[in-house]
């Protein structure tokens, strides 16, 4: 399977941005999908969590600026970042929660202050 994030890009404190995971390949199920996120120089964290059935989680850091989402139909996870902050800026992944796929390439996301 191969993950292929879009969206990220530069925006100022306060922006918006919406990031894309597609997935593709063949016989897969995507069930429990995550968004993680790295900082420079910094172990790639959770950032939130949709289960099959629409079931979403957050770290405490995003919760309530971030939404997660997914279209089953066309294999693709979204995260929708509100009210984002330079704190934010990180490569943004998505992958299945378990087992986990091969990583993407990622998205940059810079937040400037």
């Known amino acids: 399977v191969q993950l292929v994030e879009s969206g990220g890009g530069l925006v100022q404190a306060g922006g918006s941005l919406r990031l894309s995971c597609a997935a593709s390949?063949?016989?897969?199920?995507?069930?429990?999908m995550r968004w993680y996120r790295q900082a420079p120089g910094k172990q790639r964290d959770w950032v939130a969590t949709?289960?099959?059935?629409?079931?979403?989680d957050y770290a405490d850091s995003v919760k309530g600026r971030f939404t997660i989402s997914r279209d089953n139909a066309k294999n693709t996870v979204y995260l929708q970042m509100n009210s984002l902050r330079p704190e934010d800026t990180a490569v943004y992944y998505c992958?299945?929660?378990?087992?986990?796929?091969?990583w993407g390439q990622g998205t940059q996301v810079t937040v400037s202050s």
């Open positions: 992958n299945r929660a378990f087992p986990q796929w091969s």
């Open positions: 390949g063949s016989n897969f199920d995507m069930r429990t």
């Open positions: 949709i289960s099959s059935g629409g079931y979403t």
